[in-house]
T-cell receptor, first 116, second 115 residues
Framework: NAGVMQNPRHLVRRRGQEARLRCSPM?????VYWYRQLPEEGLKFMVYLQKENIIDESGMPKERFSAEFPKEGPSILRIQQVVRGDSAAYFC??????????????FGSGTQLSVL | AQKITQTQPGMFVQEKEAVTLDCTYDTSDPSYGLFWYKQPSSGEMIFLIYQGSYDQQNATEGRYSLNFQKARKSANLVISASQLGDSAMYFC????????????FGQGTRLTINP
C-alpha cells in the first residue's frame, strides 16, 4: 500500500514562472491537505480538499495560488508567477475520513520549491 | 481558534537519557486530537503518537509517551532512553472538529542527542 506520493521532490523555477506540485493520496483516502513549511518553522495549513471540492482554503494566499483535486488524478497545487518568497517545502497529507478528530494525517515527503 | 505553543526552540540531551518536549494548546472544542510528528533532516513527517481529548489514559507507543494534562491544556512528549537517531525536529499538532479537521502545528523543537 503506497503512501502519499508527491512529485517532484525538488522544483526549481525562475521568478515569474509557474510551479505545479502534485500529490497522490494514499489508496482509499479522499481528503487532501496542503501545507507550506518555511525554514526552521512549523507547517502552515493552506487548503483542504475532497474530490472535486475545496472545503477550506483559509490558508491560501488570495492571489497566484490555487489548488484542485479532480475526480481522477492527483491533487495539484499551482503557483503562478512565482516570487522568491514562495521558496519553501510544500507538504501534502491525506486522510480517509471526514469529521473525525482522531484520524491522523499521512504526509508525503514534500516538494522543495526553490525560486531563483 | 486553535493554537499550539512549543516553547523550546532547541533541546540538547545525552544519549540514553529521557527527554520531555513541551506542548500547550488552546481550543474551545471539547472533542479534539493531539499529535506529535518527527521531522528528521531528510524532511519527511513521521507520525509518532496520538492522544484523544476523551482518552482516559496517556498514550504510549514504544519509547514515546504523551503526558496529557487536560486541565492545563498540555500534551508533552516524553522520549525514554534517547538514541542518536532521535535527533530531529519535533512538532506538536492539534485537530478539532471546529477547525474543519485541519491539523494545526506548533513551531517545533529541535532535539539533538549527544553521544
Amino acid at each position: 500500500n503506497a503512501g502519499v506520493m508527491q512529485n517532484p521532490r525538488h522544483l526549481v523555477r525562475r521568478r515569474g514562472q509557474e510551479a505545479r506540485l502534485r500529490c497522490s493520496p494514499m489508496k482509499g483516502h479522499s481528503h487532501v491537505y496542503w501545507y507550506r513549511q518555511l525554514p526552521e518553522e512549523g507547517l502552515k495549513f493552506m487548503v483542504y480538499l475532497q474530490k472535486e471540492n475545496i472545503i477550506d482554503e483559509s490558508g491560501m494566499p488570495k492571489e497566484r495560488f490555487s489548488a484542485e483535486f479532480p475526480k481522477e488524478g492527483p491533487s495539484i497545487l499551482r503557483i503562478q508567477q512565482v516570487v522568491r518568497g514562495d521558496s519553501a517545502a510544500y507538504f501534502c497529507a491525506s486522510s480517509p475520513a471526514d469529521r473525525v478528530a482522531h484520524e491522523k494525517l499521512f504526509f508525503g515527503s514534500g516538494t522543495q520549491l526553490s525560486v531563483l | 481558534a486553535q493554537k499550539i505553543t512549543q516553547t523550546q526552540p532547541g533541546m540538547f540531551v545525552q544519549e540514553k537519557e529521557a527527554v520531555t518536549l513541551d506542548c500547550t494548546y488552546d481550543t474551545s472544542d471539547p472533542s479534539y486530537g493531539l499529535f506529535w510528528y518527527k521531522q528528521p533532516s531528510s524532511g519527511e513527517m513521521i507520525f509518532l503518537i496520538y492522544q484523544g481529548s476523551y482518552d482516559q489514559q496517556n498514550a504510549t507507543e514504544g519509547r514515546y509517551s504523551l503526558n496529557f494534562q487536560k486541565a492545563r491544556k498540555s500534551a508533552n512528549l516524553v522520549i525514554s532512553a534517547s538514541q542518536l537517531g532521535d535527533s530531529a525536529m519535533y512538532f506538536c499538532a492539534m485537530r478539532d472538529l471546529q477547525g474543519a479537521q485541519k491539523l494545526v502545528f506548533g513551531q517545533g523543537t529541535r532535539l539533538t542527542i549527544n553521544p
